[in-house]
Each structure stands twice: as C-alpha cells, then as structure tokens.
C-alpha cells in the first residue's frame, strides 16, 4: 500500500512568488493535516481538510490556502512567499477525525530566496 | 511556557545503553504520540498512547495522564535509533487530529 506521498520534495522560489504543494494521503483516508516545520522550530499546524473540506487553520496569515479535492488529495497554497516562509512542509493524513495513528509524507522542503 | 516540553533537548549515548526521554504537557489531552523524524525529515508514528503503556520492539511509551507526563525508553540502543523524537499531543479541546509539539529531543547514538 502507497504511503502519503509529496510533491514536489524540493522548491527554490523567490520572495514574493506563489507556490503549490501537493499532497495525496492513503487510500481510504479523508483527513488531510498541513504542517510546517522551520528550522530550528517545532511542527506548526497549518490547516486540516476533511470531506473536501476546510476544518481548521492554524495561526497563519491568509496567503496560507489550501484545498481538498474529491479524491481526498490536498494542495497547501502560499502565495506572495516571504523571507521566514522557509521550512520543511508536512502532510498528514487520517482515517478519522479522532484518535488514531497518523501517516507523515516525507515533505516538501521549500527554499525563498 | 510551551503547553509541550521535552528533555532533554538532545542526548548522546554510547550503544547498547538504555535512553529515555520525557515529555511533560500542561493541558488536558486524549492523546499522546511519539514521532521518530530521521535527518532528511521524513516523520514516523512510533506510537500513540492515552493510558498505560506500550512497547514494540526495543521502545517502551509510558504515559501518566495524573501527572501530564510520558516517557520514551529505548532499552539496547543503537546508532540506527540516531534521530530526533517528537511528543506530541492531541488537546481535548482540539478538533479532529490537530497535534500540539514538543520541541524534539536529538538523540545521537555512537558506536
């Protein structure tokens, strides 16, 4: 069975620049969660999809988007990219929304230069 | 204060010696997890606790919900366990599975 899988694993963007990142979970899980982890910081919680859509956001400003698609996979937005945006972007996913063992994908690391 | 604190920050261990790591949180969980995240970044589920305890392999979790502690053993250590492990926690008053972390532990295992 395929794990939760990112796309791209690397990105070089420039300050200002919009970008993409995509992220399909295991078969059969509806929940998608968005983290970020800095250098240097913990994980960050950016948003959680279930059902196609939009349950919570963390404490991040609104050029932090996302979607949820039919087939449960999930794009994490981030448009006009600044300097602090830098970080390893993790993609979670879930059978439920309770409590249950969770499936990281390997990440997207994203650079802004 | 962060609601999800770590000790220590980061460990050496010589192989074969017996390493724990504590967590401690100051809010109400339903759950407690323990990531395993080696240099690269991918994270792993090592386990997912909200009582007792549990053990697969060489790695024993502990938690005790009274006291808003949990513990992470490795008995035999070895310089394949080298990574960085996460507590993390899920808070009773969070939606779905949104976690709250620690700031990690480094372990560095030598040969």
């Known amino acids: 069975e395929a794990g939760v899988t990112q796309s791209p694993t690397h990105l070089i963007k420039t300050r200002g620049q919009q970008v993409t990142l995509r992220c399909s979970p295991i078969s059969g899980h509806t929940s998608v969660y968005w983290y970020q982890q800095a250098l240097g910081l913990g994980l960050q919680f950016l948003l959680w999809?279930?059902?196609?859509?939009?349950?919570n956001r963390g404490n991040f400003p609104p050029r932090f988007s996302g979607r949820q698609f039919p087939n449960y996979s999930s794009e994490l937005n981030v448009n006009a990219l600044e300097l602090e945006d830098p970080a390893l972007y993790l993609c979670v996913s879930s059978l439920e929304t309770g409590n249950e063992k969770l499936f990281f994908g390997s990440g997207t690391q994203l650079s802004v230069l | 204060k962060n609601e999800v604190e770590q000790s220590p920050q980061n460990l050496t261990a010589q192989e074969g010696e017996f390493i724990t790591i504590n967590c401690s949180y100051s809010v109400g969980i339903s759950a407690l997890h323990w990531l395993q995240q080696h240099p690269g970044g991918g994270i792993v589920s090592l386990f997912m606790?909200?009582?007792g305890k549990k053990k697969h392999g060489r790695l024993i979790a502990t938690i005790n919900i009274q006291e808003k502690h949990s513990s992470l053993h490795i008995t035999a250590s070895h310089p394949r366990d080298s990574a960085v492990y996460i507590c993390?926690?899920?808070?009773?008053?969070?939606?779905?599975?949104?976690?709250?972390f620690g700031g990690g532990t480094r372990v560095l295992v030598k040969p």
């Open positions: 993390a926690v899920r808070p009773i008053k969070a939606a779905g599975n949104k976690l709250t």
């Open positions: 999809y279930d059902e196609g859509e939009e349950r």
């Open positions: 606790l909200s009582s």
